[in-house]
């Protein structure tokens, strides 16, 4: 981390170090290694509605995002739920996503709050 960088930025290198931690990949959409780890968590992901901060992807299928914003929006992150919504249900460059993706987080790299998430069944 660096002075020079924005609030919003810092998020993200805070939130990068979570995903790492939970044994997430995080990459550059600029790069993506679809076969770097059963879980890949990438940034600035393109959809149709425009990047979004984190996608996360399990075993090559994407099925959450996360948004990221800086950390004096923790005492009201729900307020972007909508915009986090907006990501799920965009369609996502390189994936094949017919359907809006069930884990949806907003994230200041200190409190993370979820939007909604489903449980897989097979």
């Known amino acids: 981390m660096t002075e020079n960088q924005n609030p919003e930025q810092k998020a993200r290198d805070n939130i990068d170090a979570l995903l790492k931690?939970?044994?997430?990949?995080?990459?550059?959409?600029?790069r993506i290694d679809f076969g770097a780890g059963l879980g890949i968590a990438v940034r600035e992901y393109q959809t149709d509605v425009g990047p979004?901060?984190?996608?996360?992807?399990v075993d090559k299928k994407a099925v959450g995002v996360i948004e990221a914003k800086k950390e004096d929006l923790g005492h009201?992150?729900?307020?972007?739920?909508?915009?986090?919504?907006?990501?799920?249900?965009?369609?996502?460059?390189?994936?094949?996503?017919?359907?809006?993706?069930?884990?949806?987080?907003?994230?200041?790299?200190?409190?993370?709050?979820?939007?909604?998430n489903f449980v897989f069944r097979a």
Do not use: C, H, M
């Open 21 to 30: 931690q939970a044994g997430w990949v995080v990459q550059s959409a600029k």
């Open 52 to 57: 979004a901060d984190y996608v996360l992807l």
């Open 76 to 116: 009201k992150i729900t307020e972007v739920e909508q915009q986090t919504e907006g990501y799920a249900a965009a369609k996502l460059k390189w994936v094949n996503n017919k359907e809006p993706l069930p884990f949806l987080y907003e994230s200041t790299g200190i409190i993370t709050g979820s939007v909604r």
